[in-house]
T-cell receptor, first 110, second 115 residues
Framework: EDKVVQSPLSLVVHEGDTVTLNCSYEVTNFRSLLWYKQEKKAPTFLFML????IEKKSGRLSSILDKKELFSILNITATQTGDSAVYLC??????????FGTGTRLQVTL | DVKVTQSSRYLVKRTGEKVFLECVQDMDHENMFWYRQDPGLGLRLIYFSYDVKMKEKGDIPEGYSVSREKKERFSLILESASTNQTSMYLCAHSPPQGADRNGYTFGSGTRLTVV
């Protein structure tokens, strides 16, 4: 059975801090790892990673995958209150279905 | 932009009622998925479908069924709703090869309360 574990479960930081969110996984025939941001509604897509060691970047957010050690990290620099959300990590394997972790709840305070 | 439309944002149903949750996508995508989301448990896959009239059980199919009569529409059915099915239900779809550079697209969710 595919499995995704995210840590920490939640954290509170001050605006301007840098945070690192962790995702480890076990999946049969790994195809991709995806990061989503979820505020009050449906998850919105951030990144998809398929290759080890290649950083994906979008503004203050970046992510990297280590296929040997089976984990990924999501970095957010210079955090803002608008970054407050639940961040979800998911993987796809043989069956093209997404298996999610339970998420990391990030709260950014002034 | 790809769109996924779920018919209701909020629903309140009584125990024992038959409940239909509808999901429609505006792309010609084969893969569609139903998830439920609960605090502390994350998103869990209920059922998915790779094509019309095809369905596959996900991780928690008990108490649910699905219908896929047309490619664009994937319905989740609660045959006899129970209070432990109170949850947020999310529909998603992807192109046939799995996630593309835009990931999987989710609908805005249906928050179902069973009383």
């Amino acid at each position: 059975e595919d499995k995704v574990v995210q840590s920490p479960l939640s954290l509170v930081v001050h605006e301007g801090d840098t945070v690192t969110l962790n995702c480890s996984y076990e999946v049969t025939n790994f195809r991709s790892l995806l990061w989503y941001k979820q505020e009050k509604k449906a998850p919105t897509f951030l990144f998809m990673l398929t290759s080890s060691g290649i950083e994906k970047k979008s503004g203050r957010l970046s992510s990297i995958l280590d296929k040997k050690e089976l984990f990924s990290i999501l970095n957010i620099t210079a955090t803002q209150t608008g970054d407050s959300a639940v961040y979800l990590c998911a993987v796809t394997g043989t069956a093209s279905k997404l298996t999610f972790g339970t998420g990391t709840r990030l709260q950014v305070t002034l | 932009d790809v769109k996924v439309t779920q018919s209701s944002r909020y629903l309140v149903k009584r125990t024992g009622e038959k409940v239909f949750l509808e999901c429609v996508q505006d792309m010609d995508h084969e893969n569609m998925f139903w998830y439920r989301q609960d605090p502390g448990l994350g998103l869990r896959l209920i059922y998915f479908s790779y094509d019309v009239k095809m369905k596959e059980k996900g991780d928690i199919p008990e108490g649910y069924s699905v219908s896929r009569e047309k490619k664009e529409r994937f319905s989740l059915i609660l045959e006899s709703a129970s209070t432990n099915q109170t949850s947020m239900y999310l529909c998603a779809h992807s192109p046939p090869q799995g996630a593309d550079r835009n990931g999987y697209t989710f609908g805005s969710g249906t928050r179902l309360t069973v009383v």
